[in-house]
């Protein structure tokens, strides 16, 4: 019987040189399916216990999902590893043209263990894996390491995925580039990758990836990409990408400026679809078996940085590197992200670094001698990023650890406007206007992130919650509404699916899909199920690595500073705000009051087993 | 070799696929199309036309055949395996191919490979699927785009 899976992972084990293949159990298919289910399942077995994310034992995974590589629409990859910056469970999706790549060459994920003796890339060609060495490739960048590779290989058919200097020098939150404009961005995925001195990764594969039943697999393709076309939030996106949420976050007072000091910016236009239109856009481009096309490609064709080809301006980006930075020039914010990405560093927590450095620089608690820590300086930030990547200078090293670390590091009450959760830098949505955000942020498994459950939506973005309109800077009811969309949200990352997708695609219809190219029969509403069982092993994982739920709480600047702009003014996510949706959110998920998961809930999701 | 036949006047209507790099977005959805319908499975670089990227991803150049009015792959196919077929289109005939790659050489738009069949190397080209092509049919964005073209000739006088 034909199906989507490929039906074996590739093991390659740098310590001594060998691969080998590891069957996909029935087991992991039918309780996990794919995407984040595998990283959830096999980063918790495979990982031992207290590993340090640098060392020799900590795995690096590149993970794929049924429907990866064939035409169900907005499908992408995942990158899983044991967090350097977090020391928590990490996965970090990623779009384009690698993950499927990996399907192509007869695998339904590689999965990478100990450490090459020197920088080397690995090309895997269909069963062919060699190990080469990229002693020449050091220190190049994302893409320069992409093309090096390509030539080297002789054959620009190679889909790479690759680090740049941060990763090569250990930055805790340095990123993975994946072909172009397309990175396992969060969580510093790309140091692991460095300190295995992997500098890249290059796939190329002949099989075909085939479906059960393809009539009823194109049909479910149909249906899928008319609800693409029926939904208003995606075809915003197809117009303009997640640049159009500038001005909307700076209208709900919930776009972070001045290091979150501020919830609005006055020169959000210029960052927003509006500017990167007049400035940077010429056409729209799109991940493979894509229709959205989020992506706008685009140059800076005046000023100091003319010549930049550039991605767009994502949101996140925007926001952090922009407003919360009190940049408001998009061709330089534009610039400093595609030098991110170059460098291989997260721009998110690049630039959140640098937010806090310059205030600090500021208050005079940092030595402002070796640049102007000043807002608004993009020299400032431009130095910083070379820096960072090259943990060079006082300043490069304090801050290629992060906000959480540098501020551990200077002291001087500086954690006050250190912004993260469990050390990863908080996303660009300010949640003291939206309460259940925070909530999200609070809990989710990787510390700061927005893509785990996004309550914004419900909270101020017009959206019903089971047809109740939320108050926005409540706290009741945001306990259940973030253990219901973080459920669904891990259900579906089964299937790797790209979040923008799932504003269109339904539960329905993604079981459609899943049944015709596997035979896997899905409830919709097990989509739930699944996810919830995922966010218990996440959690077991996480609670096995120390990472105390004590640390299920928000920056103190959400917590102690009350907004001081925006419709939300005068609002904060106080201490007992915080224990309120907490409490709520451990008893929707099962767990006891310190948010361990009862033997009660493993059992009923079959995960009684993985108990501590 | 086919016979040059200088007195030909022969008017067809063409049908051809025009492509747009300014619209393609390079999600490569042609070309799933044409491995499912083709092969039976997913993988574009299998499919039988192309998307050459360039400029850090900035231009997407969909490649398709030409089904050409002076066939490269045709005129150097030393066995007569690939033919106009009553339709205008350039076809290879499988059971003559004998899989000797110089289709593949000549084109100069690469639109020719050669694989592995069961024991034996083929040659593999777009067929045009006999008049409606699924590329064109799947492209979300009208990127590539059937057309039909009235006023040239198939000439044979090449």
Redesign the interface.
């Known amino acids: 019987m034909?199906s989507s899976y490929m039906g074996k992972f590739l093991v390659i084990d740098l310590d001594t040189g060998t691969t080998a293949t590891l069957p996909l159990s029935d087991e992991l298919k039918t309780a996990f399916i794919g995407g984040k289910g595998f990283c959830a399942k096999l980063l918790y077995d495979l990982v031992p216990e207290d590993t340090d994310p640098f060392s020799s034992e900590n795995v690096l995974m590149f993970l794929t999902g049924p429907l990866t590589?064939?035409?169900a629409p907005s499908m992408r990859g995942v990158v899983a590893t044991k967090s350097p910056l977090t020391g928590t469970y990490l996965d970090s999706f990623f779009g384009g043209?690698f993950a499927?790549s990996i399907k192509?060459a007869g695998y339904d994920g590689i999965i990478i263990k100990g450490k090459a003796r020197e920088l080397c890339y690995i090309a895997i060609e269909d069963d062919t894996v060699a190990i080469k060495s990229a002693a020449r490739m050091q220190g190049l960048g994302t893409?320069e390491t992409l093309e090096a590779v390509k030539a080297e290989l002789g054959d620009p058919?190679f889909k790479v995925a690759s680090i740049g200097p941060a990763g090569e020098n250990g930055v805790l939150y340095a990123l993975i580039g994946c072909e172009?404009?397309r990175q396992a961005g969060r969580g510093g995925a790309g140091a692991v990758m460095g300190a295995k001195n992997i500098k890249a990764v290059a796939v190329?594969?002949?099989?075909?990836?085939?479906?059960k039943d393809?009539r009823k697999f194109?049909e479910a393709v149909q249906a899928a990409?008319e609800e693409l076309r029926n939904s208003p939030d995606v075809q915003g996106l197809v117009a303009a990408g997640t640049a159009m949420a500038v001005d909307f976050a700076n209208e709900a007072g919930i776009l972070p400026s001045k290091n979150y000091q501020r919830s609005t910016f006055a020169k959000a236009s210029n960052l927003g679809d509006e500017g990167q239109r007049k400035h940077l856009w010429?056409?729209?481009?799109?991940?493979?078996?894509?229709?959205i096309?989020c992506?706008k490609?685009?140059?800076v064709r005046t000023g100091k940085y003319k010549g930049t080809?550039t991605d767009i301006v994502e949101y996140e980006s925007a926001a952090l590197m922009g407003s919360n930075l009190e940049i408001s020039d998009i061709r330089a914010c534009a610039y400093l992200v595609t030098l991110c990405d170059e460098l291989g560093l997260d721009s998110m927590s690049a630039a959140s670094s640098i937010a806090f450095a310059m205030e600090a620089g500021e208050k005079k608690i940092l030595d402002t001698e070796e640049t102007a820590l000043e807002f608004g300086n993009v020299a400032t930030v431009e130095y910083l990023l070379q820096a960072i990547a090259e943990r060079r200078s006082g300043l490069g090293r304090l801050l290629a650890r992060g906000v959480k670390r540098a501020a551990e590091i200077i002291g001087k009450d500086s954690d006050v406007f250190a912004v993260h959760v469990k050390g990863m830098e908080a996303p660009a949505w300010g949640p003291r206007g939206v309460s259940g955000m925070g909530l999200a942020y609070m809990t989710a498994d990787r510390g700061g992130c927005h893509q785990r459950a996004f309550p914004v939506a419900y909270e101020v973005g017009g959206e019903k919650w089971q047809g109740k309109t939320l108050d926005p800077t409540g706290v009741e009811g945001k306990g259940e509404l973030v253990f219901h969309l973080q459920n669904y949200q891990a259900g579906t990352d089964t299937l790797t699916k790209c979040d923008f997708g799932g504003f269109g695609v339904s539960p329905a219809t993604y079981a459609d899909l899943l049944e015709a190219a596997t035979g896997l029969h899905l409830d919709p509403k097990e989509f739930d199920t699944i996810g919830e069982r995922i966010w218990n092993v996440t959690r077991l994982f996480n609670l096995r690595e120390g990472i105390d739920p004590t640390q299920d709480t928000l920056p103190k600047r959400f917590v102690n500073e009350a907004l001081e702009d925006g419709p939300a003014k005068g609002h904060r996510i106080s201490k007992e705000d915080m224990h309120f949706m907490l409490q709520e959110y451990y008893r929707a998920r099962g767990w006891t009051e310190r948010g361990i998961p009862t033997k009660a809930t493993l059992v009923r999701l079959g995960q009684q087993a993985a108990g501590i | 070799m086919v016979p040059l036949n200088m007195n030909s006047t022969k008017s067809i209507l063409k049908k051809r696929i025009l492509t747009h790099f300014d619209i393609c977005t390079g999600c490569n959805i042609c070309q799933l199309a044409c491995t499912m319908v083709k092969d039976g499975g997913f993988n574009p670089d299998l499919a039988r036309l192309d998307i050459i990227k360039s400029k850090d991803n900035l231009y997407n150049q969909p490649v398709v055949c030409n089904h050409c009015d002076n066939p490269y792959c045709m005129n150097v196919c030393p066995v007569g395996a690939i033919t106009r077929d009553e339709r205008g289109f350039v076809v290879i005939d499988d059971e003559v191919c004998i899989g000797c790659a110089l289709c593949a050489r000549y084109c100069p738009l690469d639109m020719c490979t050669i694989r592995r069949q069961g024991k034996k190397d083929k040659a593999f080209k777009c067929d045009f699927c006999g008049g409606d092509p699924q590329c064109v049919q799947e492209c979300p964005t009208g990127a590539l785009e059937l057309v039909e073209i009235q006023s040239a000739e198939i000439r044979e006088d090449r």
Do not use: E, F, Q
């Open positions: 034909d590589a064939t035409s043209h499927p192509y893409l058919g172009h404009n190329k594969g002949s099989k075909l990836v085939k479906v393809p194109m990409n010429i056409k729209s481009s799109a991940c493979l078996g894509c229709p096309r992506t490609m685009g140059a080809i």
